[in-house]
């Protein structure tokens, strides 16, 4: 009889072992290229953000304002022909054309910087970064699309044909102040109106400047009221002043008693001091009436003198920092 050899169990065992061993360093292997795969994509990712990405971002910057400010040159040209606020947008729609170019090649160019730092996990600082560059330069962009948007609405605010706010302007056109505070009355609401609709801009400097102005519009309508009311308080102690002089006259003649006249003394004591105040009123009134008129082209003129260029400063401040803090971040991990 032939004797089978046995079969060692350990035989598949090891086999097994093999294999999974094998897959093991073949799985590692895999994993380790992947990685370095990664991080080599990272890398060329982040060097082109840095060398191209950021730097077209500042050059699409470096367009806007001159296309913003030969768009307000302009309109401003063309509104001074004279021409309406239709034909002026006509002739301008070129610069306006341009500017709006700027202002969508700069998007652009923030997209590209936006989607190209990676993700926030893989790198905290460079995510940080990128996102208050992004909010920097998102607010710059609104503001100067607010400053060309609402430019026209602006400009045309104290323009005849424009909103009416010429109107407040009412000194000279009114016989006495109650005239004078009617027709301010009228004037105010289309001025108002177009005031409102400022408010709406998307550049802050139109935004304060609108709220200012409202309330310039409230104070003037007020002391208006005001030194109205003291005109024909005035015409009314003329008269009063008549019938205290009578009635002194008649109880002096009549021989009245001492009693009589001195209660008569007091009325008229309490009467002056009417006057006083109503004169009080009157000159307070007038003098902030008289000032908010003078003041209200200054505050017309500093929106861009003062207001506009501030807010312009304050960007040209804050995103080539920003700019700045996303390349020492990329720097940074480029190193490591």
Same mark, same amino acid.
């Given at each position: &009889?032939? &004797?089978? =050899?046995?079969?060692?169990?350990?035989?598949?065992?090891?086999?097994?072992?093999?294999?999974?061993?094998?897959?093991?360093?073949?799985?590692?292997?895999?994993?380790?290229?992947?990685?370095?795969?990664? @991080?080599?994509?990272?890398?060329?990712?982040?060097?082109?953000?840095?060398?191209?990405?950021?730097?077209?971002?500042?050059?699409?910057?470096?367009?806007?304002?001159?296309?913003?400010?030969?768009?307000?040159?302009?309109?401003?040209?063309?509104?001074?022909?004279?021409?309406?606020?239709?034909?002026?947008? /006509?002739?301008?729609?070129?610069?306006?054309?341009?500017?709006?170019?700027?202002?969508?090649?700069?998007?652009?160019?923030?997209?590209?910087?936006?989607?190209?730092?990676?993700?926030?996990?893989?790198?905290?600082?460079?995510?940080?970064?990128?996102?208050?560059?992004?909010?920097?330069?998102?607010?710059?962009?609104?503001?100067? #699309?607010?400053?060309? +948007?609402?430019?026209?609405?602006? +400009?045309?605010?104290?323009?005849?044909?424009?909103?009416?706010?010429? @109107?407040?302007?009412? @000194?000279?056109?009114?016989?006495?102040?109650? +005239?004078?505070?009617?027709?301010?009355?009228?004037?105010?609401? =289309?001025?108002?109106?177009?005031?409102?609709?400022?408010?709406?801009?998307?550049?802050?400097?139109?935004?304060?400047?609108?709220?200012?102005?409202?309330?310039?519009?409230?104070?003037?309508?007020?002391?208006?009221?005001?030194?109205?009311?003291?005109?024909?308080?005035?015409?009314?102690?003329?008269?009063?002043?008549?019938?205290?002089?009578?009635?002194?006259?008649?109880?002096?003649?009549?021989?009245?008693? #001492?009693?009589?006249?001195?209660?008569?003394?007091?009325?008229?004591?309490? %009467?002056?001091?009417?006057?006083?105040?109503?004169?009080?009123? %009157?000159?307070?009134?007038? *003098?902030?009436?008289?000032?908010?008129?003078?003041? &209200?082209?200054?505050?017309?003129?500093?929106?861009?003198? /003062?207001?506009?260029?501030?807010?312009?400063?304050?960007?040209?401040?804050?995103?080539?920092?920003?700019?700045?803090?996303? *390349?020492?971040?990329?720097?940074?991990?480029?190193?490591?």
């Amino acid at each position: &009889m032939t &004797m089978e =050899p046995v079969r060692s169990k350990r035989r598949p065992v090891l086999i097994a072992l093999a294999i999974a061993v094998v897959l093991a360093v073949v799985a590692s292997v895999v994993v380790i290229a992947l990685t370095n795969f990664a @991080g080599q994509q990272r890398r060329e990712s982040l060097t082109l953000l840095k060398d191209e990405r950021l730097n077209a971002l500042v050059e699409a910057r470096d367009k806007i304002q001159p296309a913003a400010n030969a768009y307000l040159a302009a309109y401003k040209k063309a509104r001074n022909v004279p021409a309406t606020r239709e034909e002026a947008e /006509k002739n301008s729609a070129k610069e306006r054309d341009d500017f709006q170019q700027a202002i969508n090649s700069a998007r652009s160019a923030l997209s590209a910087v936006q989607t190209g730092n990676g993700s926030s996990e893989e790198a905290e600082g460079i995510g940080v970064a990128a996102a208050q560059l992004g909010d920097s330069y998102q607010a710059y962009l609104d503001s100067m #699309e607010g400053l060309v +948007e609402s430019y026209a609405q602006f +400009e045309g605010l104290f323009r005849e044909d424009g909103a009416g706010c010429n @109107g407040l302007f009412v @000194g000279s056109k009114a016989a006495n102040l109650r +005239e004078r505070q009617t027709l301010l009355g009228q004037a105010a609401v =289309p001025c108002r109106e177009a005031v409102n609709q400022l408010k709406q801009s998307k550049n802050i400097s139109y935004v304060e400047f609108a709220r200012t102005l409202d309330n310039e519009i409230a104070q003037l309508e007020s002391h208006a009221e005001t030194t109205a009311k003291s005109e024909e308080n005035y015409n009314e102690f003329v008269r009063l002043k008549d019938e205290y002089v009578k009635k002194a006259d008649d109880a002096t003649a009549r021989n009245a008693s #001492e009693e009589e006249l001195l209660k008569i003394a007091d009325e008229v004591k309490a %009467f002056n001091t009417r006057i006083k105040n109503n004169r009080s009123e %009157f000159d307070f009134a007038a *003098k902030r009436y008289l000032n908010g008129v003078k003041e &209200m082209p200054t505050l017309v003129e500093e929106v861009f003198s /003062k207001n506009v260029a501030a807010q312009i400063k304050h960007h040209d401040t804050v995103i080539p920092l920003r700019v700045q803090v996303l *390349k020492d971040a990329i720097d940074a991990e480029l190193a490591a």
